[in-house]
């Protein structure tokens, strides 16, 4: 059974930071991905970054502004978010997918948080 449970969304003034955590319970002796995606109104959900045994990779419009990274004895995979844009609200959703390298693609990921919002105005 896995559980994501996501936190530290709120609203925050543009150029602003903002640290997401996103707890796991995941019961797995391989590898796996944790990955950040994101949705705003009217838009499809997309993929931000994800971190997996070959290291992370970024989407091209965080690239350089946002880190993922995972501390596994907390069982916690963070988003750090730096000059936050109006652009970058939306609710982000952290995904796992266990067994499996990462991928760009939703599906790929079959556990996933509830999401937290994120407002920059």
């Known amino acids: 059974h896995v559980q994501l449970v996501e936190s530290g969304g709120g609203s925050v003034q543009a150029g602003g930071s903002l640290k997401l955590s996103c707890d796991y319970s995941?019961?797995?002796?391989?590898?796996?991905?944790m990955g950040w995606f994101r949705q705003s109104p009217g838009k499809q959900r997309e993929a931000v970054t994800f971190?997996?045994?070959?290291?992370?990779r970024y989407a091209e419009a965080v690239k350089g502004r946002f880190t993922i990274s995972r501390d596994n004895a907390k069982n916690t995979v963070y988003l750090q978010m730096n000059n936050l844009k109006d652009e970058d609200t939306a609710q982000y959703y952290c995904?796992?997918?266990?067994?499996?390298?990462?991928?760009?693609?939703?599906?790929?990921?079959?556990?996933w948080g509830q999401g937290t919002q994120v407002t920059v105005s």
């Open positions: 995904a796992a997918s266990i067994g499996a390298g990462g991928s760009w693609y939703e599906y790929r990921y079959p556990f």
């Open positions: 995941i019961k797995s002796y391989g590898s796996f991905c």
């Open positions: 971190i997996d045994s070959d290291g992370t």
